[in-house]
């Protein structure tokens, strides 16, 4: 069942074919009939597509055709994108030779020019032997479809509903059906009089996936009575890669307890000694080990409670429930389709019932029937339906020929493999992507959808919204289509439910790939060569024999490991070093956590990288070839606190939009190319150095800041109208700004001339936060004197050394803290 979703596909090809900087490259370098002939090419598939999409599911070789049509599609892309960084090269390397030039080396010069030649005649030829065999791979599918006998043009019903509608409000949990006397009966249990008086229980929650388990252990958790019940709670999720370690930590945070070591023993005795006399209840959500000598080693400091302790587990594993329980397990049966019928109202038309849509009822009550009593069925065929009122609509939905398909592992899959198959097409390929996430894996808005641009998976649409304002909305429809769940103790990121992790390895087939360590080490199934997405599980000690089976994955675009905490790991150095440098097609690399050092200068080879990310790392400075990455949208260099510098060609890097470096302190300061980067919407620091150019001024052609900006170092500005070229006022995407001196100043610095820097770095009235740290001015400079800046809700004024005067007005509507 996994769909091709080739016509987003074939839509992102035609987008490339069709821009002006391909379509002036191809005219410069003769390649112009070759780019004609496969635009011709894809439009013959394009007319083949719908009906071929239809068939898919009844026949086999009409599903080989469109896998083997996408990965054909794939390495088209490539090439095209190939053909789009040479043209960016050249662009880059013209405006160095005029500058060469204007220096007057002339011979250096004329050196230049005949390797650049020599190099694009090289190039141009190899590039015109891809496309031309591209096409020829085109071509013979072509004919294939006519074996096939693929009609051309067929409408679709389920093409009109596959529109992108406005994104909805997000649904929220406040209407739980069908769940009052569970819920009650586990009050009963945990703060009722006749409870046991036992040191420790233990009660599990058991049901199948996707029957409400967690969000009824939220409903007892927040309950008043247990609030007032407990004077100790913490919730922990354990999912499938338990780590005794790991559930410690977060219920020793959410008990205030120090939760910095790594030892399980240290962090046992921590525990204990928190929860030592003390009433406390603890939800382990979506447990799975059934190893009894993992749970007692997990549970041993937690005996140290007042009687009346309770330990709530959710699991869909009777073998956990069994092994774990000091009470018979709570079973969770299936919801009643009348509740199912509310679950789906709610979801679909924000009502409780049909009253308002009599002529929708019964279609609502077969649905709900289909839904086997599960809630988050309900939950995402509501996400389906969302506001549409239509009777043919919701009889596509009743009719569709999924809930037919017998390969599903439970019966609850059709559902949602239907709320896929209503996504809109570039939404599909989004969804599909997420499953390189392991279960339980929390991830960010904002990561997600930075990984989605380097992807090229977010569809331009009419407008001047920025990418990443799309990418936002691709997201947001998402979630209030049920297919991303908020984390239950922290809104700003989220998870997927298992099955809809299920869901989307389901669809994604074998173009994503997951490596998950098994016990002993072993990794279960082998990538196919066509894979292009890849994710692991980051160990502790991540040796070469891990990576075996990258070998083979020449295709490969995203390498993505992920960190589950941020502790020492270790990897070897074969990696960066020797098999990076191989998988030439990455758009996505992290290596996010690693005690890694340094970099090889071919990573400059990787030529279509969009997104790097080298966080929490140990590296000292980036090689000069990072800034060949013309391509590059996201670099993240977050908690580096041993890079001291970036490269000094950082201006090369034109399509740069989003630089993180917040936490680097050791950087001595930013490179004078920055400037040049006008496409740069984060930066979330600015160093200022100490050099001719104050660095502050290089904020000025920054006209696309967004969400924060530190400046630090401000001492080092040694001309106060350099402040002012910085152009803050200007900004007005900046929500947040951040004033920083060094705490510790020479005491030959003249700490008067900071009023008039502070005066020039006015911001934009429209800011929400604001810090300044360190400042050693005796007033505040006249522009946070007066009434302005009614959207304030932070202020934040510290460690200033000298007594400042002058009121502050907060004119803030809701006050600052």
């Known amino acids: ?149 693929l009609s051309e043009n067929v409408s679709r ?73 407990f004077e100790l709670k913490a919730w922990t999720c354990v999912s499938e890669d338990f780590d005794a370690i790991r559930v410690t930590k977060t219920v020793l945070q959410s008990v205030k307890g120090s939760s910095d070591d790594h030892d399980l023993n240290l962090l046992q005795v921590n525990l204990k000694e928190k929860l030592k006399g003390k009433k406390f209840l603890v939800v382990m959500d979506d447990l799975w080990n059934e190893n009894y000598q993992d749970w007692t080693r997990l549970r041993a400091p937690f005996e140290a409670g007042a009687p009346g302790s309770t330990i709530l587990i959710t699991t869909r594993n009777h073998g956990v429930s069994s092994k774990t329980g000091t009470f018979p397990a709570y079973s969770l049966n299936e919801l009643s389709n009348d509740f199912c019928l509310s679950i789906l109202a709610h979801h679909a038309l924000g009502t409780k019932d049909f ?26 065929l509501g996400g389906v339906l969302r506001n549409k009122v239509d009777r043919d609509e919701w009889e596509d939905v009743l009719n569709s020929n999924i809930w037919d398909i017998t390969e599903v592992k439970n019966e609850i899959f059709p559902p949602l493999m239907l709320s896929y198959h209503h996504l809109p097409s570039h939404l599909k390929r989004c969804f599909a992507f997420c499953s390189i996430f392991s279960k ?27 990418i990443e304002d799309l990418g936002r909305e691709d997201f947001r429809n998402l979630l209030s289509r049920s297919f991303f769940q ?14 809809i992790s299920d869901l989307a390895q389901q669809v994604a087939g074998d173009v994503c790939f997951r490596i998950e360590d098994k016990v002993g080490g072993n990794n279960e199934g ?25 070998n083979d994955l020449m295709c ?49 080879d990787l030529k279509h990288l969009r997104f790097f990310d080298l966080s929490h790392t140990k590296i000292r400075s980036l090689p000069e070839s990072v800034c060949t990455l013309y391509n590059l949208q996201a670099l993240i260099l977050e908690s580096c606190y041993s890079l001291k510098k970036l490269p000094s060609t950082f201006g090369n890097l034109l399509n740069l939009r989003h630089l993180n470096i917040q936490g680097a302190d050791a950087l001595e300061g930013m490179p004078l190319q920055i400037s040049k980067l006008t496409c740069l919407q984060t930066l979330s620091h600015l160093i200022v150095g100490k050099d001719s150019c104050s660095g502050v001024k290089l904020l000025g052609p920054l006209l696309h800041l967004r969400d924060t900006l530190c400046i630090s170092r401000l001492e080092n500005v040694i001309n106060h109208e350099d402040a002012r070229d910085a152009k803050l006022f200007e900004k007005k995407n900046l929500s947040g700004v951040s004033f920083e001196w060094n705490r510790n100043i020479d005491e030959s610095h003249d700490r008067a001339q900071e009023l ?23 007033e505040f400079p006249m522009w946070l004197r007066v009434p302005s800046f009614s959207n304030m809700v932070l202020l934040k004024i510290e460690s200033c050394a000298n007594k400042v005067g002058g009121e502050v007005i907060d004119s803030s509507p809701t006050g600052c803290v």
């Open 486 to 499: 908020r984390l239950f103790n922290d809104e700003s990121r989220f998870v997927m439910h298992d099955l």
């Open 1 to 149: 069942m996994a769909e091709a979703v080739f016509s987003a596909f074939l839509g992102v090809l035609f987008d490339r074919l069709a821009s002006p900087e391909l379509l002036n490259f191809f005219r410069r370098e003769g390649l112009e009939e070759k780019g004609d002939k496969l635009r011709k090419m894809l439009s013959k598939i394009e007319a083949v597509l719908d009906d071929a999409e239809e068939k898919q599911d009844n026949r086999v070789a009409v599903k080989k055709w469109l896998d083997d049509l996408r990965d054909l599609a794939y390495d088209a892309d490539d090439v095209l994108d190939e053909c789009a960084t040479e043209a960016l090269r050249r662009k880059v390397m013209g405006g160095d030779d005029q500058a060469t030039t204007s220096k007057g080396i002339k011979r250096k010069f004329a050196s230049l020019v005949t390797s650049f030649t020599l190099s694009a005649v090289l190039i141009n030829t190899r590039l015109g032997s891809e496309m031309e065999g591209i096409t020829a791979q085109f071509d013979n599918m072509v004919k294939q479809k006519d074996d096939l006998k």
């Open 355 to 380: 009253n308002a849509h009599l002529n929708l009822k019964d279609i609502g009550e077969e649905l709900a029937r289909r839904c086997k009593g599960s809630p988050l069925a309900a939950k995402v």
């Open 556 to 604: 490969l675009r995203t390498f993505l490991p992920l960190v589950l905490s941020y502790k020492n790991y270790y990897l070897t150095r074969n990696v960066p070093f020797e098999l990076l440098p191989k998988l030439r097609r990455l758009r996505v690399l992290s290596l996010n956590g690693y005690d890694i050092y340094e970099l090889p200068k071919s990573i400059g």
């Open 756 to 778: 008039e820097v502070l005066n020039m770095l006015k911001p934009h009235e429209g800011l929400k936060e604001l810090t300044i740290s360190n400042y050693g001015g005796t």
């Open 526 to 550: 082998k990538p196919s060569r066509k894979a292009r997405h890849s994710s692991y599980l980051g160990s502790e000690y991540d040796a070469i024999k891990k990576f075996e089976v990258f």
């Open 157 to 229: 019903r389920s093409s009109a509903r596959s529109q992108t509608v406005a994104p909805t409000s997000v649904v929220t949990e406040a209407h739980v059906y069908g769940r009052e006397k569970d819920k009650e009966a586990l009050l009963q249990f945990l703060v009722g009089e006749k409870r046991s008086d036992a040191q420790l229980s233990v009660l599990a929650i058991l049901g199948m996936g996707g029957m409400g388990k967690t969000t009824l252990a939220q409903l007892v958790y927040n309950d008043e009575q247990v609030q007032s019940f």
């Open 440 to 466: 339980d894996y929390v991830f960010e808005e904002k990561q997600l959808v930075l990984l989605w641009m380097a992807e090229g998976l977010i569809k331009p649409r009419e407008g001047r919204k920025q």
